[in-house]
């Protein structure tokens, strides 16, 4: 099965404004609800899943940015999201390297070198 990337770029840009709608506060709420899951010392599988909720939204609002980019659409907007995304993507990422790997012991396996 061949995927039509030209295809899903235009409906990304056609749809832009509903995309983006349900991205930023998905990215928002996924990355507050990682942060108040070290806060309170909920650092079991929870942040895992959180973590990687959110880094799936971020990989579609990173694609959706691309996809105008690719046409040239360079606006401060489209800056803002992708500057948005890799901060969220920062956060996400130290939380997860920081504190899900210290608590289990498959993780501490896997990534053990």
Sequence with gaps: MIIDLNFLAEISRTHCVSICA????AILIT????ILLVIF????IGLTVSVLLSLSAIA???????TWFVIGVVTPVTFILLGLSLSCLTINL???LKFAR????LTKILLRV
């Design 94 to 96: 130290w939380l997860w």
């Design 22 to 25: 349900f991205l930023i506060p």
């Design 31 to 34: 990355t507050l609800q990682s």
């Design 41 to 44: 010392q909920r650092r079991d």
């Design 60 to 66: 579609f609002m990173v694609f959706h940015v691309s």
């Design 102 to 105: 210290q608590n289990h012991g």
